[in-house]
């Protein structure tokens, strides 16, 4: 015959068989009734097509949690059943949750990057520009790491002026993520041109710290422009979405962030050229147009004018002198001619006979107009006559 047990007998009877038979399961079901309490456990059911149970995640396994439950999700969970004697319920106390077709950093990567996509994270327009000629640069990164040296021997090739501040953070495993951000809120107050934040290639879980909300936060708020150099080119993180300038590697972000010291004194010595080419076309230019403005300046200068009216003058008295001196010419001849009648005609020099001067009262005087009784003098050159008329008569 059977013996009767307690309630409070039964149930711990059946909280030892459960928890000890089902200390380790693996169990396939739909989230559903999804709660994240304030004290950090997680609530949620467990179901299929048929029946569900409860299950529970305590704070310190919901932490390391990398994804975020949702309704419908389909997962996989893994613990231990265990039983709520003085209800006498049970529930899975889950251990480690996994989306089912898919891993859960995949999972978690792909939800942060729609939330901080949604929050405008990745805009364009937000993304700060990066300096042409950067001066000061931040390393947030492992002082051990390769990714270090790299980034050195790439910086020291190609701009040497460059001043470069190593900030040394650990950049994988527990807490890592904390401190990547906490030293970019650091650097972003050196008053630098850009921060490169990065490490080398390894595997999603050693690359995780930089798909952290977190670290997309700290880079999201800096004032400095921020590049994400993270792992290999095949490598995504959520930093890579966020910062200003996404470099494959380590090494590339400073070949993109740094000009290369041999372009540039090329381009230094084609600007010279061209300087050279320019100011001499110019010089050129301009003595030519002072050349011009010199002529245009003497042409119409007073002493231009000047000299221009006194060679007109000197035109004008060289014509006055040569009309004078044909006019003079032309009365020289004339007073030749005159002369030459005169000499021709001087009585002095007649040589004729019966031909002499008519001189009435000390004047020369036609012979017609004598009358009888005047007194007259006939002059020739050498013989003067004083007579008196006698008689006039007409021929």
Not at 178 to 192: C, Q, T, V, Y
Not at 235 to 241: A, K
Not at 328 to 335: Q, W
């Amino acid at each position: 015959m059977l013996t009767p047990v307690s309630v409070t007998t039964l149930n711990n009877q059946i909280k030892s068989l459960l928890e000890t038979h089902y200390l380790n399961i693996l169990v396939e079901g739909e989230v559903s009734r999804v709660t994240y309490h304030s004290s950090g456990h997680l609530y949620f059911t467990l179901k299929d097509d048929k029946s569900a149970i409860a299950c529970v995640m305590f704070r310190g396994n919901n932490q390391r949690l990398k994804f975020r439950l949702e309704e419908g999700m389909a997962v996989i969970v893994g613990g231990g059943i265990s039983v709520y004697a003085p209800r006498g319920s049970y529930q899975i106390n889950c251990t480690s949750i996994e989306p089912a077709g898919s891993g859960a950093l995949a999972l978690a990567y792909e939800q942060l990057k729609k939330k901080l996509e949604a929050k405008g994270y990745f805009d364009t327009e937000r993304k700060k520009s990066l300096p042409s000629y950067p001066r000061h640069i931040v390393l947030v990164t492992s002082s051990t790491g390769a990714a270090l040296q790299d980034m050195l021997r790439v910086a020291q090739k190609r701009w040497p002026l460059l001043k470069i501040t190593l900030i040394d953070t650990q950049v994988q495993g527990e807490g890592s993520a904390e401190m990547i951000a906490r030293n970019l809120r650091i650097a972003d107050r050196l008053g630098a041109d850009a921060i490169v934040v990065g490490r080398g290639g390894g595997s999603l879980e050693d690359l995780w710290a930089f798909n952290e909300e977190i670290v997309a936060k700290a880079i999201f708020e800096a004032g400095t422009p921020v590049v994400s150099a993270v792992g290999h080119e095949i490598d995504f993180l959520i930093s890579d979405f966020v910062a200003d300038l996404r470099a494959p590697t380590p090494s590339a972000a400073m070949e993109l962030l740094l000009p290369d010291k041999t372009e540039v004194l090329l381009g230094i010595d084609s600007l010279i050229d061209r300087f050279n080419n320019t100011l001499r076309s110019t010089l050129h230019k301009k003595e030519t147009q002072l050349q011009h403005l010199y002529q245009l300046f003497e042409q119409n200068s007073v002493q231009a004018k000047l000299a221009l009216h006194m060679q007109e003058i000197s035109t004008l008295r060289q014509q006055f002198d040569n009309f004078m001196q044909l006019q003079l010419n032309r009365k020289t001849e004339t007073l030749e001619s005159l002369k030459r009648a005169y000499e021709s005609n001087d009585p002095a020099k007649r040589d004729k006979k019966g031909i002499a001067q008519i001189v009435k009262e000390g004047r020369k005087t036609a012979l017609e107009t004598l009358e009888p009784g005047d007194i007259f003098e006939a002059q020739s050159p050498h013989v003067k006559i004083t007579a008196q008329v006698q008689r006039k008569e007409r021929l």
